[in-house]
């Protein structure tokens, strides 16, 4: 498993511009994800496949407010940064910016 810890990264949307975190975490042999985004309540996230290709991570979700609709998050990591993006249905790719490790 690559990535684990706790990352942050810098946002830009119509509904939200600011830094968001989330972690990475071992779910008992499988990948399992936390999302905090302040001052936003987040929505139960349900992963559906993570693949790993060298040192990206892309992880497909689904959420209950775009309920039959699936995420897409690319991070690709290097040591204590990563870039990446987000792919949400109606709102488009969206870039991860200043991606770090935070723990």
């Known amino acids: 498993m690559i990535g684990l810890g706790k990352w942050a990264c810098s946002v830009n949307t119509m509904i939200y511009s600011g830094d968001v975190d989330f972690e990475i975490f071992d779910n008992n042999g499988e990948y399992g994800f936390k ?38 998050l690319v991070v690709t990591i290097d040591g204590d940064t990563f870039d990446g993006f987000i792919k949400v249905p109606m709102f488009g790719k969206v870039k991860l910016k200043n991606g770090r490790k935070i723990g």
């Open 35 to 72: 999302l905090n985004v302040p001052n936003v309540k987040v929505p139960d996230i349900t992963v559906k496949s993570v693949e790993e290709d060298d040192d990206t991570i892309t992880a497909t979700v689904e959420t209950s407010i775009l309920s039959g609709k699936e995420i897409t």
